[in-house]
């Protein structure tokens, strides 16, 4: 059964390990959390739990989301997430109501952070690609950021003259869903609410994150959890 819980970043810091390193580390308000709804394939179609996290002001929400919040017994909450299960079992797990906390983190090594990038508006191939740039020498004036051409890509035999698709361009960057997998989980506080992870994470301060167990470690971790 996924373990997971919704939370907010509150900022980056440093953090001193036993051996005198010291790496950088962000810091996350996670939870409580409380069930919001259950879903289970005789109800729904499918088995699901929906969890609901920070309180709002009943005037910045609205009367359907007001009666949602208050049949598990909460107040209004700002941010709720869904969380697929595989049966029904595991959704009957969990109760109406039910608080979720951090403490059920505890003991685990790694985790999947999920957020919302920083947008950066419209960037050209250099920043949004890492694009090199065309050389500054031999004459060229005023063409130095250029992505340089792209009419190769503009026959595409039997289709038009179309620029093919995922062709690497100028355009909107950031403000998408991301997800950062197997951060090195460093501290659990429970009393706080807190968990400190390894790393940055998407989003500015004060965004909103969901933070689950790993759904696939890479090679090196899966060693290393595999060993614990």
């Known amino acids: 059964m996924p373990i997971a819980i919704l939370g ?4 980056m810091t ?6 005198g390193r010291n790496i950088p ?3 996350i308000q996670a939870g409580p ?3 919001t709804q259950v879903k289970t394939g005789k109800s729904d179609g499918y088995a699901a739990i929906q969890m609901a996290f920070d309180d709002s002001k009943p005037r910045a929400t609205t ?4 009666g949602h919040d208050a049949k598990a017994g909460s107040v209004p909450k700002r941010v709720h997430q869904e969380l697929r299960l595989e049966k029904d079992e595991e959704a009957s797990a969990y109760e109406l109501g039910q608080i979720l906390s951090v403490d059920t983190f505890t003991g685990m090594k790694f985790v999947d952070v999920t957020g919302v990038s920083k947008g950066k508006g419209f960037q050209g191939t250099m920043v949004r690609w890492n694009f090199k740039g065309i050389c500054a020498s031999h004459g060229t004036e005023r063409k130095h950021r250029s992505p340089g ?7 595409d035999r039997g289709h038009g003259a179309k620029i093919k698709k995922g062709k690497k361009m100028s355009g909107r960057m950031g403000g998408e869903r991301t997800t950062i997998r197997s951060l090195d ?5 429970v009393e706080k609410n807190l968990l400190v992870v390894k790393g940055a994470v998407p989003g500015a301060s004060n965004g909103y994150l969901l933070i689950r ?14 060993a614990k």
Do not use: N
Not at 8 to 11: E, V
Not at 14 to 19: H, N, S
Not at 63 to 66: G, K, R, T
């Open 63 to 66: 009367q359907q989301l007001i």
């Open 14 to 19: 440093r953090w001193f390990m036993e051996d």
């Open 25 to 27: 580390v962000t810091v």
């Open 33 to 35: 959390c409380v069930v």
């Open 213 to 226: 167990t790993p759904k696939r470690l890479y090679k090196t971790k899966a060693v290393l959890q595999a």
């Open 149 to 155: 051409s792209i009419g190769s890509h503009g026959t």
């Open 185 to 189: 989980l460093i501290s659990v506080d």
């Open 8 to 11: 907010k970043k509150i900022g």
